[in-house]
């Protein structure tokens, strides 16, 4: 603990002199790092529109109001395929998220030096890339529609199912796996009897968790081309027909809260 | 054996693992139901398989491209969009985390009276319900196209997640600290300083290292609305065919995602 002379009488101070120094250059460089980092966005925008953006926003939220209620006809179809594209796109995950997961599982891995790594960068490539980028991709190769919606959904999902999944199994009692095995029981035979049952509760509930954010993401896939109500919201963004936006955005969150109460009451009854 | 009516091979293969779900009735009915909505779903899916099948040598010139990403021709584009979305990244990170701040202390029950709580919770509320893609077509709309309606848009997302999960923090609190500095007559604001955030600073830091990760991923994205980024890029890069240019991006992207995701780690470990 530092302690100073100061004037005949010892104080005492939270920090030695260098480390208050070192902090006090860490918080320098930090703050010159944001400030130069402002710049550079100051530097290319038009402060003339931020200063108008108020107007603008009273404009346009002027132009929202009411909601143009006699939409909601065209909306439900799309509705109904957002939660095709979750759902189904949620499927998709699970069957190939399910081995990634036992490859990636340090307790399962058929190989720690091999299969482990390729599994953890499945993991990671198909976490780091947004749903809409991986939806973007997937319109330019098979074209707009549900299915690259689906597909999008799916290889997004992949990584945060795997990822939860393989810490889960991690974490399973080693006796029963040993137990199931030395009753001479094979290698499939212990993950059914063995592995399965441990982690069956955090998987469906990992499955339900991630269905309830796909279905938060499938409302916008349609942005890019990829089917759902997203569809509906770009056209309606696109002709400037804001009364019909503000019914989609409702409708978007009623749907959005709707699959919210769902999974909190699914993951409820089973944990 | 028999005597006893006890048969433990006979036991052992009537013997099944039991259901995850306890009532048969129960059971039936939702496999049955599912099995009926899996049916109708894929119905809907509405497969273009000539499409498909046109779209396959492109799908494999995309994984071709991966093995020989093209950085070169459009390494300009490239590097201008990557800096512009780590500059994004920071600047955001770093606005939402002031704003955060104080609506966590305002959500958090302990500390907050009740008028002061509902209003942060209706913020946060707000913040986690509206996708950013949204806010950025709103905030694009409103602020003009480039990086600020993007910055502004990430400032917003972080601002629902790192109230939100400060808050609980905050909740979770060890009540016994932050008294003793009260019984010694502190302020309000020393309270705060000295018996609350020290208890919470590491978390803090953790969450705010997330979220650092997190709105860089989320700056991929909002370019596609034109609020900035390596999104507008990208988006051209797809629109042109140029897959090896576009395996380039993604490559970028998952590169410094992994790189941030592993110090942010080590800096996670040595703070708790």
Known sequence: ?????????????????????????????????????????????????????????????????????????????????????????????????????????????????????????????????????????????????????????????????????????????????????????????????????????????????RWDINIRESTVLGLVGAGGIGLQLQSSLNVLAWPQVTLILITILIAVLFSEWVSAKVRHAII | MSDTGFDAQDLARRWRPPPLIASARLRWLLGLGAAIYFALAIGTLEVNWLRIYEGLDRGWAFVIAFTDPDFSTRWIDIRDGLIESLVMTVTSTVIGIAISIPIAFGAARNIAPLPVYLLCRAIIAVSRSLQEIIIAIFFVAIFGFGPLAGVLTLSFATIGFLSKLLAEDIEDIDKGQAEAVRATGARWLQLMNYGIQPQVMPR?????????????????????????????????????????????????????????????????????
């Open chain 1, 1 to 209: 603990m530092p302690i100073t002379e100061h004037a005949g009488a010892k104080l005492w101070q939270r920090r030695t002199t260098g480390r208050q120094f070192a902090i006090w250059f860490g918080w320098l460089l930090g703050v010159a790092l944001f400030l130069y980092c402002w710049k550079q966005i100051s530097d290319v925008t038009t402060w003339y529109f931020f200063w108008d953006a108020p107007r603008i926003a009273g404009d346009i939220g002027g132009r929202m109001v009411p909601p143009r209620w006699s939409y909601i006809d065209k909306l439900w179809v799309p509705l109904w395929d957002t939660l095709n594209i979750a759902t189904l796109g949620t499927a998709l995950a699970i069957v190939m998220a399910v081995p990634v997961a036992f490859m990636a599982a340090r307790n399962t891995t058929p190989s720690a030096t091999l299969i482990r790594p390729i599994a953890l960068l499945i993991i990671v490539s198909s976490r780091s890339i947004n749903s809409l980028i991986w939806a973007l991709l997937l319109v330019s190769i098979i074209g707009p529609g549900i299915l690259a919606g689906t597909i999008a959904i799916g290889l997004r999902s992949i990584g945060f199912i795997a990822k939860l999944l393989y810490e889960a199994i991690e974490e399973i009692d080693k006796n029963q796996v040993e137990a199931i095995s030395a009753t001479g029981a094979s290698r499939w035979q212990g993950m059914a009897y063995g592995i399965m049952p441990q982690i069956a509760p955090a998987f469906a509930g990992i499955t339900v968790f």
């Open chain 2, 204 to 272: 803090l830091i953790g969450l705010s290292l997330y979220r650092l990760d997190i709105n860089f991923r989320e700056s991929a994205v909002v370019g596609l609305v034109g609020a900035g980024g390596i999104g507008a890029t990208l988006n051209t890069a797809f629109d042109r065919y140029e897959f090896d240019t576009a395996a380039a991006i993604l490559i970028s992207i998952i590169g410094i995602v992994m790189i941030a995701e592993y110090s942010s780690g080590l800096i996670r470990a040595r703070v708790q």
